[in-house]
């Protein structure tokens, strides 16, 4: 259509008759043709102050319900032949886009926030707040029932997620039972948002306009449900908006799922770990006993090295302790150790001879389809009078050694072969008694071999450890294992390292009280 520079339109074809049937020649434009349209013809002509932006187009707007460009030709005489253009599937095909966009920027963003914890609540809480901040008013997170209750997490929009335990009944609520359960959602449109319980509409919150509810699938085992609450002047649910939605719940499912497994995993690894790692020693039997562990990895809590003090059963027995290094490190070498240490504890019966002890040991791990071996060192303790009576025998292992009240530091006279690595084994043992105040450290060649120092590369070596124990004359186990503990670290600084263990073996500087009514053995006190 054509108008001339007064804003009257001159000519129309008849396209332009069929779209405007007031476009009359001779009409004002203003009458004839939509607001936007006039205007954009009266701020093309006369520059100045408009109601349309400065451009010289093309302009849009709507016409019947569709969406039109309005494109300018200014002819010579001053007229303007205005062409228009359908742009409205264009235009839903650009805000298409644009929502798929938002989308799924919305879903790398859930995703990235969900992955980042492997904590089951903080998945929880995410999954609930972004729901209620992207796609409903609130939104609810429910977890498959404990007993008779429900964990929900609730979450307003601009809220905060809170955690309830609702004792309600998941059949009574359309779509929810079967969310739980895996199966695939209900659509919202069959669900009456005034049958939603009193538990599942937040405080505050007013009537109900629709509800979703979809399953929160997991790794074989459903995660739990997302339920989707908008209020009743909020336009209800879209088919499409149920499909994203489903999507956020897979993703936000899969991380639940993950973060369920991790706790399940974790909780079973520090069940097992228990059991692994070495015990807290302390005061038995008027003995003290003291021992540090240090796995290879700093990320560990297990590795190859081990040690147990299995006290005496009866008045006058000795106790045991074991000490050794199972080849390798990590994981795999501490499944073997929990072996070996549950092997001895079953040989206790046998604890008067280190022998033989190693000796059913050795045949044990020999018939375990193993290629590990490992070093031991056995220790009998009795307390007698203010002495302690050792029994040292080694399998393979650095001999013991004893640090006397002058500082003098002596190397037990044990020696034997490795455990697990021949059929037939030899062992040596050796007695030692200590005095009070005088010492037996049981020791792990991780110590020794530790390298570092000014250059990083030497050996901690023998003879750094026994100048070190020398200084340690008089002291209580405690503080030498401590002192031995520290000195390898220090000399370590943050190189890699073998397992380190190290357990010590002191009587104390003690005096003996009478027995009472010659009855008893009497006790012990500094």
Request: charged fraction near 20%; glycine fraction near 10%.
């Given at each position: 259509?054509?108008?001339?520079?007064?804003?009257?339109?001159?000519?129309?074809?008849?396209?332009?008759?069929?779209?405007?049937?007031?476009?009359?020649?001779?009409?004002?434009?203003?009458?004839?043709?939509?607001?936007?349209?006039?205007?954009?013809?009266?701020?093309?002509?006369?520059?100045?102050?408009?109601?349309?932006?400065?451009?010289?187009?093309?302009?849009?707007?709507?016409?019947?319900?569709?969406?039109?460009?309005?494109?300018?030709?200014?002819?010579?005489?001053?007229?303007?032949?205005?062409?228009?253009?359908?742009?409205?599937?264009?235009?839903?095909?650009?805000?298409?886009?644009?929502?798929?966009?938002?989308?799924?920027?919305?879903?790398?963003?859930?995703?990235?926030?969900?992955?980042?914890?492997?904590?089951?609540?903080?998945?929880?809480?995410?999954?609930?707040?972004?729901?209620?901040?992207?796609?409903?008013?609130?939104?609810?997170?429910?977890?498959?029932?404990?007993?008779?209750?429900?964990?929900?997490?609730?979450?307003?929009?601009?809220?905060?997620?809170?955690?309830?335990?609702?004792?309600?009944?998941?059949?009574?609520?359309?779509?929810?039972?079967?969310?739980?359960?895996?199966?695939?959602?209900?659509?919202?449109?069959?669900?009456?948002?005034?049958?939603?319980?009193?538990?599942?509409?937040?405080?505050?919150?007013?009537?109900?306009?629709?509800?979703?509810?979809?399953?929160?699938?997991?790794?074989?085992?459903?995660?739990?449900?997302?339920?989707?609450?908008?209020?009743?002047?909020?336009?209800?649910?879209?088919?499409?908006?149920?499909?994203?939605?489903?999507?956020?719940?897979?993703?936000?499912?899969?991380?639940?799922?993950?973060?369920?497994?991790?706790?399940?995993?974790?909780?079973?690894?520090?069940?097992?770990?228990?059991?692994?790692?070495?015990?807290?020693?302390?005061?038995?039997?008027?003995?003290?006993?003291?021992?540090?562990?240090?796995?290879?990895?700093?990320?560990?809590?297990?590795?190859?090295?081990?040690?147990?003090?299995?006290?005496?059963?009866?008045?006058?027995?000795?106790?045991?302790?074991?000490?050794?290094?199972?080849?390798?490190?990590?994981?795999?070498?501490?499944?073997?150790?929990?072996?070996?240490?549950?092997?001895?504890?079953?040989?206790?019966?046998?604890a008067d001879d280190h022998e033989r002890m190693l000796d059913v040991l050795n045949t044990t791990l020999l018939n375990s389809h193993t290629t590990r071996f490992a070093t031991l060192v056995l220790a009998s303790a009795k307390r007698r009078g203010s002495q302690v009576d050792l029994r040292l025998t080694s399998g393979g292992h650095p001999a013991p050694l004893i640090v006397r009240a002058d500082g003098t530091v002596e190397e037990a006279g044990t020696r034997g072969t490795l455990i697990g690595a021949v059929p037939t084994i030899s062992a040596l043992t050796a007695a030692v008694s200590l005095a009070p105040g005088e010492s037996c450290v049981l020791y792990t060649d991780g110590i020794t071999e530790a390298r570092g120092g000014p250059m990083g590369d030497v050996l901690f070596g023998d003879e750094r450890l026994k100048r070190a124990?020398?200084?340690?004359?008089?002291?209580?186990?405690?503080?030498?294992?401590?002192?031995?503990?520290?000195?390898?670290?220090?000399?370590?600084?943050?190189?890699?390292?073998?397992?380190?263990?190290?357990?010590?073996?002191?009587?104390?500087?003690?005096?003996?009280?009478?027995?009472?009514?010659?009855?008893?053995?009497?006790?012990?006190?500094?």
């Amino acid at each position: 259509m054509v108008a001339d520079a007064a804003g009257r339109l001159t000519r129309r074809n008849d396209a332009a008759g069929a779209l405007l049937p007031r476009a009359v020649p001779g009409t004002p434009l203003v009458d004839a043709a939509p607001a936007w349209i006039a205007d954009a013809h009266q701020a093309l002509r006369f520059p100045g102050p408009r109601t349309v932006p400065e451009t010289d187009g093309p302009w849009s707007g709507a016409i019947g319900g569709r969406r039109f460009e309005a494109h300018p030709s200014v002819r010579d005489d001053g007229s303007v032949v205005w062409w228009l253009v359908d742009d409205t599937d264009h235009q839903l095909a650009r805000e298409a886009l644009q929502t798929e966009r938002k989308r799924t920027a919305f879903l790398a963003e859930a995703s990235s926030a969900l992955l980042s914890s492997l904590n089951l609540g903080r998945c929880m809480d995410v999954t609930a707040q972004m729901a209620a901040e992207s796609l409903a008013d609130a939104a609810l997170v429910v977890a498959p029932a404990r007993g008779r209750r429900l964990p929900v997490v609730t979450c307003l929009r601009g809220g905060v997620p809170s955690l309830a335990q609702e004792k309600a009944d998941p059949e009574g609520v359309p779509g929810l039972a079967e969310a739980l359960r895996g199966f695939p959602p209900v659509p919202s449109r069959w669900i009456d948002p005034a049958a939603a319980p009193r538990w599942m509409v937040p405080e505050g919150f007013g009537p109900v306009g629709s509800i979703v509810i979809t399953p929160l699938p997991g790794h074989g085992v459903p995660a739990g449900a997302l339920v989707l609450l908008r209020r009743t002047e909020t336009v209800a649910f879209s088919e499409e908006e149920e499909v994203f939605a489903r999507l956020f719940a897979a993703r936000s499912g899969a991380a639940m799922s993950a973060a369920r497994l991790y706790a399940e995993q974790s909780a079973i690894t520090e069940v097992l770990m228990r059991d692994l790692l070495p015990p807290v020693l302390h005061h038995v039997s008027g003995i003290d006993f003291a021992g540090r562990y240090r796995p290879a990895g700093d990320h560990e809590r297990i590795g190859g090295d081990f040690y147990d003090v299995h006290p005496a059963t009866a008045d006058g027995d000795a106790s045991l302790v074991t000490l050794g290094d199972v080849c390798g490190k990590g994981l795999e070498a501490a499944v073997l150790t929990g072996k070996i240490r549950n092997t001895l504890h079953a040989l206790l019966p046998l604890a008067d001879d280190h022998e033989r002890m190693l000796d059913v040991l050795n045949t044990t791990l020999l018939n375990s389809h193993t290629t590990r071996f490992a070093t031991l060192v056995l220790a009998s303790a009795k307390r007698r009078g203010s002495q302690v009576d050792l029994r040292l025998t080694s399998g393979g292992h650095p001999a013991p050694l004893i640090v006397r009240a002058d500082g003098t530091v002596e190397e037990a006279g044990t020696r034997g072969t490795l455990i697990g690595a021949v059929p037939t084994i030899s062992a040596l043992t050796a007695a030692v008694s200590l005095a009070p105040g005088e010492s037996c450290v049981l020791y792990t060649d991780g110590i020794t071999e530790a390298r570092g120092g000014p250059m990083g590369d030497v050996l901690f070596g023998d003879e750094r450890l026994k100048r070190a124990l020398s200084e340690c004359a008089g002291m209580p186990a405690e503080g030498i294992a401590e002192h031995v503990h520290m000195l390898a670290a220090q000399w370590l600084g943050r190189g890699r390292h073998d397992d380190m263990a190290v357990v010590v073996i002191s009587a104390p500087r003690t005096h003996r009280l009478s027995a009472v009514d010659g009855h008893t053995r009497g006790r012990y006190t500094a």
